[in-house]
């Protein structure tokens, strides 16, 4: 058997399911974010049997790509494509057709549909692994995750949660990292016990603490947005921070990651009148960029001397 488990590498949710799927399916771990998905399916081979990719949304400029590569691989193997992100019903049906198992539902996480797509084969444990997704990507309040929740302590499963999550900020880009937090919690390991996470998750919080200082000096307010150019690890905290800082519905933190090009993160109160991830997608796709994901919570991609263009389309759908 060979088979590969491809998830989303920046968040909880996505080290979860993945941690999911390797313990149910035994496949070799292959994080990703969305911009090298495609590529990184162009590099399962022919013979592989099985492949699992969850967290990762499609709903990008290169769909196309996307699916072309999904096709190949389902014409030698059992593709499962596991996701929660928008996706439009032309998308799923070209999606199945091309071979590939789709399980797709907006209203939960990637870990827990995950987590009911393989349960029969996975261990009591992975049940805790499906709600730390859930806490962290604000989805323990649908239907299957409350009665999941139910089964649990809740104060101990947010606590794991949350640390796993802060420990990711502080130490997700450093190399390996994210690879041994789902190998640890393929084992049914908690993030407690994993090294260097609860340290890590206590250095984050107090660089938070500090972080709201500066958002306030840095940040700049535009219409019904705020919007900062940071370094942090964490855009999504920053995008959060404006928020509460400057009063309004709507956080931008852009990161420039690649020289030239920022990435940027959105987050989105309930008064924001537009679904932030539609709206970006479009927005960035015009502006030769990409980009998607929720109603309240999305990123993008797009050239530099193009940010004030984006902002300001954004500031008028907002
Ligand atoms: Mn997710």
């Known amino acids: 058997m060979k088979g590969y488990c491809i998830t989303h590498r920046k968040d909880i949710d996505g080290l979860a399911s993945g941690s999911i799927s390797v313990a149910a399916t035994g496949g070799e771990l292959v994080l990703s974010d969305y911009d090298d998905m495609v590529a990184n399916l162009r590099r399962v081979p022919d013979d592989a049997d099985r492949v699992v990719v969850s967290d990762l949304g499609s709903d990008t400029a290169d769909f196309q790509a996307f699916l072309d590569e999904m096709g190949r691989i389902a014409k030698h193997a059992e593709v499962t494509y596991i996701d929660h992100h928008f ?13 590939v198992r789709l399980v797709h539902d907006v209203r939960d996480c990637a870990s827990v549909l995950t987590y009911r797509t ?29 009665k999941m929740m139910e089964k649990q302590d809740r104060q101990f499963v947010l606590l794991e949660a949350t ?33 260097g996470v609860p340290e890590a998750a206590v250095r984050q919080l107090a660089k938070q603490a500090a972080l709201g200082e500066i958002v306030k000096k840095e940040g700049t307010k535009l219409g019904r947005l705020a919007y900062m150019a940071t370094k ?23 990161k420039e990651k690649h020289e030239g090009w920022y990435e940027v993160s959105l987050r989105g109160t309930s008064e924001c009148r537009a679904h932030l991830g539609q709206a970006i997608g479009k927005i960035s796709g015009s502006l030769g960029g990409s980009g998607g994901g929720h109603r309240k919570a999305a990123g993008c991609r797009v050239p530099k001397e193009k940010a004030e263009q984006m902002l300001k389309a954004l500031s008028k759908k907002v």
């Not at 921070?241 to 933190?253: M, Q, T």
């Open 118 to 146: 393989f349960k029969d084969s996975l261990p009591e444990g992975a049940r805790l692994n499906a709600l730390f997704g859930a806490v962290t990507d604000y989805m323990d309040d649908s239907p299957t995750a409350k």
């Open 163 to 195: 640390m796993a999550s802060l420990a990711l900020v502080e130490k997700g880009d450093e190399e390996g990292y994210p690879e041994m937090v789902v190998a640890e919690l393929a084992k049914m390991k908690l993030p407690h016990d994993i090294p």
């Open 232 to 254: 942090e690890h964490s855009t999504g905290s920053v995008a959060k921070l404006l928020i509460g800082a400057f009063d309004v519905p709507v956080g931008v933190a852009m």
């Open 87 to 99: 996706m439009s019903e032309g998308a799923k049906k070209k999606l199945r057709k091309a071979g």
